[in-house]
């Protein structure tokens, strides 16, 4: 069975490891610096602070920021638990919203509808895809942009994802685009923002006591992220070229999230849409018989809503979304010739 999902370690991957091994320093030190400075390069200024994951990144950026008991913060419903972890953690009060059918991103008009009172907004990049961050903010929001499952993702105006929200959240575990098992990050124009951030990060050493917490990464985990974001533009080509070739044979009447092919894209997640919840699961089993295992992205009980016991009709897109998605093997241990295998059942699927 070719598997849904493969962690792709490069024998450089593993030098990188055993070097930060062998250097007698493994928490948090010169690799997790390093990973912060890639970060603040790559968004040409600004400061990052690696954390334990992305759901910390989440809940850090929310208290940096300034949410308190009485915030509201809308997010889609269409994600994944997270999101809402985060926000309870934070103590504040979660507003879910419905997505967008196209690139099953938060809706801009539905926050104003749904979560009118919100002045926070997780915006997730789903799968890669590049959510309407703009609209949001110009309804006087603060943003965080989470970029987790699109890291090194380039927008359709030519700005990195997380460049244009209050700042951006990522996360590094084993099945996202690089990892370090595990591992987040924030990343912030706004340096001060992530000073505050940074002093909750670590407790130890503290001349006046408030309290804090352990949200540490390590180097070991840092060195693994840093070996993998140097071949960033080589993941992305290859997953976009993979992308294409399912595009190719795509049966008619199914079809994707929209902006798969756009220069810049990280594609994440090939995630086909089917008319229906019974043509999704036979499109499942007719991959697994020819060897290809599939999951369902997100299914309708992992729905936000569903979570939080509110009227499923409020939420038509994300229900839809959950009950017709398929997601394939888009991953860089797939050869050539799983590609090929993976297109050619695709190819002869009859819906
Ligand atoms: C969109 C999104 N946000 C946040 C998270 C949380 O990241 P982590 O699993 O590193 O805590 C995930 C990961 O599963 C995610 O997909």
Not at 265 to 292: E, K, S, W, Y
Not at 293 to 300: A, K, S, T, Y
Request: a negative charge; aromatic letters at 8%; one cysteine or more.
């Amino acid at each position: 069975m070719i598997p849904h999902n493969r962690t792709f370690i490069s024998a450089d991957d593993q030098v990188a490891v055993h070097a930060v091994l062998a250097s007698g320093w493994i928490a948090q030190g010169p690799a997790v610096t390093a990973l912060e400075m890639r970060f603040v390069q790559h968004y040409s200024g600004g400061a990052a602070c690696a954390v334990s994951n992305g759901t910390t990144s989440l809940f850090l950026a929310l208290k940096g920021l300034g949410a308190k008991s009485g915030t509201e913060v809308a997010l889609p419903s269409y994600a994944c638990s997270a999101l809402l972890n985060a926000v309870y953690m934070a103590g504040a009060t979660p507003k879910v919203v419905d997505v967008l059918p196209n690139n099953f991103c938060l809706n801009p008009d539905a926050i104003e509808t749904q979560a009118p009172n919100a002045g926070f907004v997780f915006a997730v990049h789903t799968y890669g895809a590049t959510a309407d961050i703009t609209t949001i903010k110009s309804q006087d929001r603060v943003v965080i942009e989470d970029c987790c499952q699109a890291q090194g993702g380039v927008g359709v105006t030519n700005v990195p994802l997380g460049a244009i929200g209050d700042a951006a959240v990522f996360s590094f575990y084993a099945t996202k685009v690089v990892t370090g098992g595990q591992g987040g990050l924030i990343w912030s124009g706004d340096s001060l923002l992530v000073e505050k951030i940074r002093d909750y990060r670590q407790f130890d050493c503290r001349e006046t006591y408030e309290p804090r917490f352990n949200f540490q990464m390590t180097d070991i985990q840092a060195a693994l992220v840093n070996s993998q974001m140097q071949r960033l533009e080589a993941i992305r080509e290859r997953r976009a070229y993979i992308a294409n070739k399912y595009l190719a044979v795509m049966p008619s009447g199914l079809s994707t999230q929209a902006g798969l092919l756009e220069t810049g894209r990280m594609v994440h997640r090939f995630v086909v849409v089917t008319p229906d919840r019974v043509i999704r699961n036979a499109l499942r089993t007719h991959l697994a018989a020819a060897g290809v295992e599939c999951i369902v992205p997100l299914d309708q009980f992992e729905l936000l809503h569903r979570y939080l016991k509110l009227d499923p009709n409020d939420f038509p897109i994300s229900e839809r979304l959950a009950n017709t998605t398929l997601s394939l093997p888009i991953h860089l241990c797939l050869s050539d010739d799983d590609v090929s295998l993976i297109s050619d059942a695709l190819y002869r699927f009859q819906p």
